[in-house]
Structures are given as structure tokens and as C-alpha cells.
């Protein structure tokens, strides 16, 4: 079992920046691929970036040369730095989890992931 927390989310205006993060506890952490997902009301989750054991990083286009993902294995810990945020950003940010023995592997489908966090709310407004 791996529960993920996440935290950082807030209300900011659009062009701002915000990081936020996703502390996992209960498993050895280096042994899952990441990633963050977002959902807004009305709309079904959307992948956002994902990170691989081996920090190969990979990113939806909507969000490409804005947000960067990384992984600090030492504090069981996943980020995503969040710049030029758009209001179409606003969203609750998720980070998820993934066993796996490939050490390249990243994975961009909600059905792919073995734990969630509970989410981590980010208004941007205009």
C-alpha cells in the first residue's frame, strides 16, 4: 500500500507560478513510475505529466514548456512546477502512482495507476 499526499495548490493569477507536491509513505518509493493527472467540474481526469523511475519525463501538449515534473527519491517525493499558469489550468491536481519493474516506463492513462492521492485544488483566475 503507498498513500500520497499532496499539497501546494492555491488561488493565482494567471501568468503566476505555483509548485506543487506529492509526499508518498508506505512503500519503497523508487520502485513506482508517477505522474499528475487534473480534473475539472464537468470534465473527465486529464493527464497533465509523468515521470519515470529513472526520471524520463513526459508531458500532455497543453501543458508543455510550462510545467516540469521531478522526483526526489531521498523524500519519497514527486513535484510539479507549475509556471504561465492559464485559467484553463484551474483544476484539482492528482498525483498517482504506479509499480513497475522498467525503470523507463511512464504512463498517461488513469486506469494505469495503483494509488492516488486526494487531490490538491489550483484556481487560476484571469
Known amino acids: 500500500q503507498v498513500h500520497l499526499v499532496e499539497s501546494g495548490g492555491a488561488l493565482v493569477q494567471a501568468g503566476g507560478s505555483l509548485r506543487l507536491s506529492c509526499e508518498a509513505s508506505g512503500r519503497t518509493f523508487s520502485d513506482y513510475a508517477m505522474a499528475w493527472f487534473r480534473q475539472s467540474p464537468g470534465k473527465e481526469r486529464e493527464f497533465v505529466a509523468a515521470i519515470s523511475r529513472s526520471a524520463m519525463t513526459y508531458y500532455a501538449n497543453s501543458v508543455k514548456g510550462r510545467f516540469t515534473i521531478s522526483r526526489d527519491n531521498a523524500k519519497n517525493t514527486v513535484y510539479l512546477q507549475m509556471n504561465s499558469l492559464k485559467p484553463e489550468d484551474t483544476a484539482v491536481y492528482s498525483c498517482?502512482?504506479?509499480?513497475?519493474?522498467?525503470?523507463?516506463?511512464?504512463?498517461?492513462?488513469?486506469?494505469?495507476?495503483?494509488?492516488w492521492g486526494q487531490g490538491t485544488q489550483v484556481t487560476v483566475s484571469s
Open positions: 498517482s502512482a504506479k509499480r513497475t519493474s522498467n525503470s523507463n516506463l511512464v504512463f498517461d492513462k488513469p486506469y494505469d495507476a495503483d494509488y
